[in-house]
C-alpha cells in the first residue's frame, strides 16, 4: 500500500461514510439500501487504510516499545471496528427494512461481550492510538503541533457521536493529508 495514500484517502474515506449517512438518514431511518451498504463499504475502506497509518506512524515514532504498544492499541481498535461495520454490513444486506435490522442488531448485541468489543470499547482504541501517536509525534517535535491538535480535536469531537463525523473526517484530514512520511525526524523520536 502507498502510504500517502493511505494517509489522504483514510480521512476521506471516513468524511465520504459521514456524507453518505447523513444523505441515508434524510428520511428519518437509517438502512437498509444502497446508501447504508456503500456509506459502510466506504468506512469499512477507510478502517483498512488506517492498518499502514498505524505501521507509518509507530516506524516514525521510533518503533519503540512504547510506540508499539500504541499503535498494537490503535489497530485493535480498527479490527474492532472492522468487525462492527463488516456486521452492519450483513444486517443491511439480509434485512428487509429498518424494524428487522433493529431486530437483528438487537440480537448480536445480546450476544456476551460483542456489545463491548465492537460496538463500544473496541472502536474506542482506534482514535486512542490515533491521539498518543500523535500526542507522543508532536512532543518529540516529529510533527508540527498543528497536526496533533487536529488529530485530538478529532477524537474529542468523535465523542459527540456518529452525527459529528463530517466533522471528524475533516480534522482528521487536516492531521494526516500531505503527511511527512521520510525518515528526517529527530534522533529523539526513536526513543
Same mark, same amino acid.
Given at each position: 500500500?502507498?502510504?500517502?495514500?493511505?494517509?489522504?484517502?483514510?480521512?476521506?474515506?471516513?468524511?465520504?461514510?459521514?456524507?453518505?449517512?447523513?444523505?441515508?438518514?434524510?428520511?428519518?431511518?437509517?438502512?437498509?439500501?444502497?446508501?447504508?451498504?456503500?456509506?459502510?463499504?466506504?468506512?469499512?475502506?477507510?478502517?483498512?487504510?488506517? /492498518?499502514?497509518?498505524? %505501521?507509518?506512524?509507530?516506524?516514525? =515514532?521510533? *518503533? +519503540?516499545? !512504547? @510506540?508499539?504498544?500504541?499503535? #498494537?492499541? $490503535?489497530?485493535?481498535?480498527?479490527?474492532?471496528?472492522?468487525?462492527?461495520?463488516?456486521?452492519?454490513? /450483513?444486517?443491511?444486506? %439480509?434485512?428487509?427494512?429498518?424494524? =428487522?435490522? *433493529? +431486530?437483528? !442488531? @438487537?440480537?448480536?448485541?445480546? #450476544?456476551? $461481550?460483542?456489545?463491548?468489543?465492537?460496538?463500544?470499547?473496541?472502536?474506542?482504541?482506534?482514535?486512542?492510538?490515533?491521539?498518543? %501517536?500523535?500526542?507522543?509525534?508532536? =512532543?518529540? *517535535?516529529?510533527?508540527?503541533?498543528?497536526?496533533?491538535?487536529?488529530?485530538?480535536?478529532?477524537?474529542?469531537?468523535?465523542?459527540?457521536?456518529?452525527?459529528?463525523?463530517?466533522?471528524?473526517?475533516?480534522? %482528521?484530514?487536516?492531521?494526516?493529508?500531505?503527511?511527512?512520511?521520510?525518515?528526517?525526524?529527530?534522533?529523539?523520536?526513536?526513543?
Amino acid at each position: 500500500m502507498n502510504k500517502p495514500v493511505a494517509f489522504t484517502t483514510a480521512p476521506l474515506l471516513v468524511t465520504v461514510y459521514a456524507g453518505i449517512r447523513v444523505l441515508d438518514g434524510l428520511d428519518g431511518e437509517r438502512g437498509p439500501g444502497p446508501a447504508w451498504t456503500s456509506g459502510h463499504l466506504a468506512f469499512l475502506a477507510a478502517l483498512i487504510l488506517f /492498518v499502514p497509518v498505524f %505501521l507509518e506512524l509507530r516506524r516514525l =515514532a521510533g *518503533r +519503540g516499545l !512504547f @510506540a508499539t504498544t500504541v499503535a #498494537v492499541v $490503535g489497530l485493535v481498535g480498527a479490527i474492532c471496528s472492522m468487525a462492527q461495520i463488516s456486521v452492519d454490513i /450483513v444486517v443491511g444486506a %439480509l434485512a428487509a427494512d429498518h424494524e =428487522a435490522m *433493529r +431486530g437483528m !442488531f @438487537a440480537n448480536i448485541r445480546s #450476544v456476551p $461481550g460483542v456489545n463491548v468489543v465492537i460496538y463500544t470499547v473496541g472502536p474506542v482504541l482506534l482514535f486512542l492510538g490515533l491521539l498518543v %501517536l500523535f500526542c507522543q509525534l508532536a =512532543a518529540v *517535535r516529529a510533527v508540527p503541533v498543528w497536526r496533533a491538535v487536529a488529530v485530538v480535536l478529532a477524537v474529542l469531537v468523535s465523542l459527540l457521536g456518529l452525527d459529528t463525523l463530517p466533522a471528524v473526517g475533516l480534522l %482528521l484530514y487536516a492531521g494526516l493529508a500531505s503527511f511527512p512520511r521520510r525518515g528526517v525526524f529527530p534522533a529523539t523520536a526513536r526513543s
